[in-house]
């Protein structure tokens, strides 16, 4: 298992945009990404770095990507 690391919000919702996912809700203080199938979503607060475990957390629940989108 590889280690995540902290990202940056701008960069995972770029990676998120090029991989094809767009922004379901965008409500409160996080924003509801969902994958280009729409059949996973993920929540992704609105902080300026992002922790290693939502990193991680949406990488598994986002699961139709393709492996490495987030590099």
Known sequence: MSVTKP????E???ALRAAGCS???NAG???KWI??????SANVPR???VSPGVVAS??????CLP???LQ
């Open 67 to 69: 492996e490495g989108w």
């Open 29 to 31: 203080d996080h924003a």
């Open 47 to 49: 902080h300026g770095t």
């Open 35 to 40: 994958c280009p199938c729409s059949g996973h």
């Open 58 to 63: 949406t990488i598994k629940r986002l699961a």
């Open 12 to 14: 995972l919702e770029r």
């Open 7 to 10: 990202e940056k919000r701008r």
């Open 23 to 25: 922004i379901k809700s």
